[in-house]
């Protein structure tokens, strides 16, 4: 008796862990319950930007650090997803590493030739390695965008704001 409750216990463990973990497989869907390393990926880059806006200069880039190890998971798990690509030209560029941020931007505007976020943060990595031509092919891509990364990326090559990230 005691054995076969065993049995059926250690039975309807196995099968809800099971159920659980199907419906979970860590990419960007956000149909599943638990985050996938992309947005987790997310809350690490907008905590690592606050942390910059404060000065806290190494607590940001711990953050993005772990936001670049969840964006390249998730980049094996998806690949050619422009917004993972974005981000991950975004902390790459962030830690410093400006030719292979760079290569994940370029890569996702194969994909996505108009991509907002890619262009304004491709522009801002241009106007950082003084390539103020390229900069300005980036801005003319988001002219008809009407939105704020074409005011701030504008300010930034024209040399009257600093880029906030």
Do not use: W
Not at 12 to 34: E, M, P
């Amino acid at each position: 008796m005691i054995k076969k409750f065993l049995i059926t216990f250690f039975l309807v463990i196995f099968l809800q862990s099971n159920l659980y973990s199907a419906g979970n497989d860590g990419d960007n869907d956000n149909s599943s319950k638990v985050k996938s390393n992309y947005d987790k990926a997310v809350t690490l880059i907008k905590s690592a930007k606050k942390f910059e806006k404060k000065g806290k200069t190494k607590k940001a880039a711990k953050r993005y650090q772990k936001a670049q190890k969840l964006l390249i998971k998730s980049n094996k798990k998806k690949p050619n997803s422009p917004d993972t690509l974005n981000y991950l030209g975004f902390t790459t560029r962030k830690l410093g590493d400006y030719e292979n941020g760079e290569k994940y931007y370029l890569q996702g505007l194969e994909l996505a030739p108009n991509h907002i976020g890619i262009n304004e943060y491709l522009g801002e990595l241009y106007v950082t390695t003084n390539r103020i031509d390229l900069a300005k092919e980036r801005l003319e891509v988001l002219k008809s965008c009407n939105c704020e990364e074409y005011n701030e990326l504008e300010q930034i090559i024209k040399g009257t704001k600093k880029s906030k990230y």
